[in-house]
Each structure stands twice: as C-alpha cells, then as structure tokens.
C-alpha cells in the first residue's frame, strides 16, 4: 500500500464563487501554490507532493468548474481564471510575492499573471504552459460560429460505470499512468451519483476554448514583464513538443521572452510530466525555488 503525505480542503470566497483549497505540508513554511490544469483537479499534484523532501506550505485551488469548486453551467473564460488567481494570492499571500507551479492551463495562468502583476509573483514553474502560442486551427469567423452553436448545444457529463473505469480511461489516454496512480485520481476525480455510477468531478462547460484566443504577440507582452525567475519544463514526448517539432526555433524564441527564464526538458514523459516523473519534477523544482 502506497503511503501518500496527507492533505486537508478549505473552502474560501472567490469573486464570488466558493473555491475548494488542497493544502499539504506545514502553514509555517514557504508556500507554494500548485495551479491544475485543464480538466483536472489539485489532486493531480499528490506524486510530486510525495517526492518533495523539504518542508513546503502548499497551496492548491481546485478552478471554478472543477473539483469541490463552484459550477455554474456555462463557458469559463481564461481571464476569469487569472483574475481568480489575483484574489487567491491577496488571499494567501497579501504582503509577499508567492512562488507558483502551473501545469498546462494552469501555466498558461500563472504565465499571464506573472507578466500582469510581476511585482506578486517571486518565482514560477511552468510546466508545458504554452498551449496559447499554438497555432489556431480554424480562421477567427469558423471559430466563433462554432463556440456559439456549442453553448446552444446541451452538454453531457462524463458518467462511468465506477471509479475503476474512470482509471481504465485515464490509463489509455497516458500509458504510463501506473494502475496505482490511476486508481488514486480517479478516486478524486469523480462524484457517485444516485445510481452508483459516478461523474466526473468537472463542469462539462469547463472547457479550455476561447473563441477569440489572445494574439501570441498579447502573450510574449505579457513574458516579457515577468520579473520574477522562471523554469519551464517541456516533455520530450507530449502534444505541446509534437505540435513545435517543425518549428523549434519559434518554441525558443518564445521561451527567451522570459528576461529571467530557463528551460528543461524532461525525458520519458508526456504532458502530464508530473503523473510520469513526478520525483523528477519535485527535485528540479526544489532545487529552482531553494537557490
């Protein structure tokens, strides 16, 4: 049996939605805050919680729409999640900068904020949060026809027959998810439901699309304010590299928008790095954030 360090949940106000808070480790030492991305929860972060070997103060929000957080049935815009970040630091942190960790939409919020308000911000892990510089695949008229025929479309929730499905599903999707990691988020992943099937623990309108997407141009602005440190880690084998293999000369480009970034790549993984490596993951970001 896997012993796993233990959490606590908190529920605090949020622009007014009520947002669930994971919190590990001990209130009195550094903090830092772990921000999940797309369709995922703060669970996500519990393997690399368990490989960090010094005392950390963790603070990790479910977003809205997700987890034990509020829904509210409707589209969730990027904006939104980067103002709810503004009010969760004043929260946590009101009078010192705050070291974040982002993984994919949730590096893509902590990427933005960085730039927006650098002065709260002391040191950032972005891993693979570059999902705004990729390309578009539809012209801007395609893209906002179809964002309004989907809000006119009713929804389904992602209903499984139990949490041992949910794993199976998520083991398909990331081959190297261990049937032990599976089978631990897809425990938190998921709510049981009257029928004793279970859904998944997210608004089905929680969906990482926007119909207009910021200029790539909007997002370097926003890098190049940055004035805390940055590390970004990029998985050799994730979509994010695949989509950039052509064009390595543009990934770099934009990484040197950072004035005080660096990069690593993290070999034998995808884009949920911290699923596969999460020990590789926990030392490069301890070692980041301890200099």
């Known amino acids: 049996m896997i012993l796993h360090k233990p959490s606590y949940s908190e529920f605090v106000s949020v622009r007014g939605a009520r947002c669930h808070v994971r919190r590990w480790g001990d209130p009195d030492a550094p903090m830092l805050m772990m921000l999940h991305g797309w369709m995922d929860m703060s669970a996500t972060f519990q393997f690399v919680v368990d490989a960090f070997e010094q005392r950390w103060n963790i603070v990790a929000p479910d977003w809205r729409g997700y987890g034990q957080s509020s829904r509210r049935g409707d589209t969730y815009g990027l904006p939104d999640y980067v103002a709810d970040l503004d009010a969760l630091i004043d929260h946590y942190s009101p009078d010192a900068p705050v070291r974040l960790l ?15 308000r650098a002065h709260r911000v002391a040191k950032f892990v972005n891993l ?27 929804v389904a929730e992602r209903i499984f027959a139990n949490p041992g499905e949910l794993a199976a599903r998520l083991m398909r999707a990331n081959p190297r998810l261990t049937l032990a990691r599976a089978d631990f988020l897809a425990a938190d992943f998921c709510v049981e439901q009257a029928d004793g099937q279970v859904r998944l623990a997210a608004d089905p309108y929680a969906r990482f699309f926007m119909p207009m997407r910021f200029d790539r141009d909007d997002i370097v602005d926003c890098w190049r304010n940055t004035t805390a440190q ?34 690593q790549f993290i070999g034998d993984a995808g884009h949920n790095m911290h699923h596969d490596q999460p020990g590789v993951i ?3 970001t301890e070692e980041f954030l301890s200099r």
């Open 102 to 116: 982002g993984h994919s939409m949730g590096g893509n919020i902590g990427g933005l904020y960085s730039g927006i």
């Open 128 to 154: 693979e949060g570059l999902g705004l510089l990729l390309p578009a695949t539809k012209p801007g008229a395609q893209r906002l026809r179809g964002w309004v025929d989907d809000v006119r479309a009713p």
């Open 230 to 263: 940055v590390l970004l880690c990029v998985a050799h084998e994730s979509h994010i590299m695949k989509a950039f293999e052509t064009h390595l000369d543009d990934l770099h480009r934009y990484i040197d928008c950072w004035p005080r970034g660096e990069h």
């Open 282 to 284: 926990a030392a490069l």
